[in-house]
Structures are given as structure tokens and as C-alpha cells.
């Protein structure tokens, strides 16, 4: 089903390399990604994660959410679908 997860309050610091590593104590990592604004090009404070199955997904929300990384406590969820906006 969902193998993706919303880590929110990320540090601005935070590259897609150290996100992976964190995770990857959890579990097996597929893809990790944390948005940039178009314009200004500064990251915005969240990412996405994708774990290689539901029970690492699981483990990983289980594990780290409240988790501090660079000063900051991560949040960590299941993704909600992308939908369309107007």
C-alpha cells in the first residue's frame, strides 16, 4: 500500500544524504526528496520519504517521530496523495 512518508520540521541545513542515512537505520530507503522553492531555491522545511515496505514504513514513524535532527524534532507520517489544486 503506502510507503511514503512525510518527515515535516526539518532543519534548513538538513541535505537528502544525512535524511537517508537516518532513515536507513529503519529500514531499507528507496528515494528520498526535500522540496525547494521555485523562486528563492531555499528548501522548505519538509521532505518525503519512500521505504522499501509498509513494515519499514512503519518501524520508521514508530522510530523517529519526535526524533531530534539538527536541533529540530521531526515529524514523521504516511504521505497523503498528492491532489490537484486549481
Known sequence: MNNKLFVGNLSFKIEEAELQEVFS???????VSIPTDKY???KRGF????????????????????????????????ARPKTRQP
Open 47 to 78: 521532505g518525503f520519504v519512500e521505504m522499501g515496505s509498509e513494515e519499514d514504513a512503519e518501524q520508521a514513524i514508530k522510530a523517529l517521530n519526535g526524533r531530534a535532527l539538527a536541533g529540530r524534532e521531526m515529524s514523521v507520517n504516511l
Open 25 to 31: 537505520q529503519t529500514g531499507s530507503v528507496l528515494s
Open 40 to 42: 528563492t531555491g531555499k
